[in-house]
């Protein structure tokens, strides 16, 4: 009788932020994006649907205490992740490296991209249109696949070469930033609101 074993599985950490006020995190994501000058130009620069902090502020967490509280979380968060993906940390800790805002508007989206230099990454999400989109995953071994056929419509959720999830209010979202994500078009005409971050080794 065969028998057939999953290798090389990858992770995806899904859980809800606990005792944060998501109103008041909307706030401070608009009014961020309403002062950030610089974000504002970079975004217009670089044809970015919408805003992002990502290249122009580093210091959210000073910034707004709103903020400082989310990374005390997503700190847990990581945490119990890293437990998971078995890390040998070597008596050191994953810490934040980076934290910014995105802020995408309908008719926008986040390409196809990975976190360079990063251990974990992930997004927690702040407002999300009725109709907004999800993030799909990219199955890390695609480059390799050569000759492979294409998957059946119905294949099982382990063997798709693309996942989609579709987040809520309060999520947050955990991988290892290897992997290959984007952010599809958002069809609604509200906005489509979440923080990003990075964790690093040191």
């Known amino acids: 009788m065969a028998q057939l074993t999953s290798l090389f599985v990858t992770r995806l950490y899904r859980s809800k932020l606990a005792e944060i006020d998501l109103s008041e995190l909307e706030t401070a994501c608009f009014s961020i994006a309403e002062d950030d000058e610089a974000g504002q130009e970079w975004c217009e620069r670089e044809g970015f649907p919408g805003y992002t902090s990502y290249a122009s502020l580093t210091d959210l967490p000073w910034r707004f205490p709103i903020f400082a509280d989310l990374v005390k979380q997503l700190d847990k968060h990581v945490a119990a992740f890293a437990e998971d993906a078995q890390f ?115």
């Open 88 to 202: 040998n940390l070597d008596g050191r800790e994953l810490k934040l490296e980076d934290i910014w805002i995105n802020i995408l508007p309908e008719g926008g989206i986040h390409t196809s991209h990975i976190h360079p230099h990063s251990v974990v990454s992930g997004t927690t999400y702040v407002t999300i249109p009725f109709e907004g989109s999800a993030i799909k995953f990219e199955d890390p071994r695609s480059q390799m696949m050569m000759a492979t056929p294409a998957r059946l419509p119905d294949a099982r959720e382990d063997m798709r070469q693309f996942h989609y999830v579709a987040p809520e209010v309060g999520d947050v979202l955990l991988w290892e930033s290897w992997l290959r994500h984007e952010v599809p078009m958002n069809m609604s005409e509200e906005d489509r609101v979440s923080v990003s971050f990075n964790y690093n080794w040191s």
